[in-house]
């Protein structure tokens, strides 16, 4: 089972950016297609985005596609979350998420692909 630790999180006005890192540990990265899940209060957990094995493959819901870009650097086991032009609607908790598949071209599509996340990291957007 690998182990996600999300860090980054913060406050920012509406318009900033924040990068969010995640650390995974126990097992390699490169084993898992990675993702971005968010909560904000009173909603349920969502998708935001996820990246394959391979870092070539990335899928977007509608909301931040053009302004979040997820990356991975597999020799440090780490995926990040560059969050731009951010608005109010992006506060939420974000979760690092880890997905198992065969293929390294694949990116999940929804929160019901991932078997693992970490605790969470908060950022809240003020207008």
Do not use: H
Not at 10 to 18: D, I, M, P, Y
Request: hydrophobic share 35%; net charge positive; with cysteine.
């Amino acid at each position: 089972q690998v182990q996600l630790v999300e860090s980054g999180g913060g406050l920012v006005q509406a318009g900033g950016s924040l990068r969010l890192s995640c650390a995974a540990s126990g097992r390699t990265v490169s084993d898992y297609a990675m993702g971005w899940l968010r909560q904000a209060p009173g909603k349920e957990r969502e998708f935001v985005g996820a990246i394959s094995r391979n870092g070539i493959s990335k899928y977007y819901v509608d909301s931040v596609k053009g302004r979040f870009t997820i990356s991975r650097d597999n020799a440090k086991n780490t995926v990040y979350l560059q969050m731009n032009t951010l608005k109010p609607e992006d506060t939420a908790v974000y979760y690092c998420a880890a997905a198992r598949f065969d293929s390294v071209l694949y990116a999940p599509r929804s929160s019901g692909d991932f078997g693992s996340w970490g605790q969470g990291t908060q950022v809240t957007v003020s207008s």
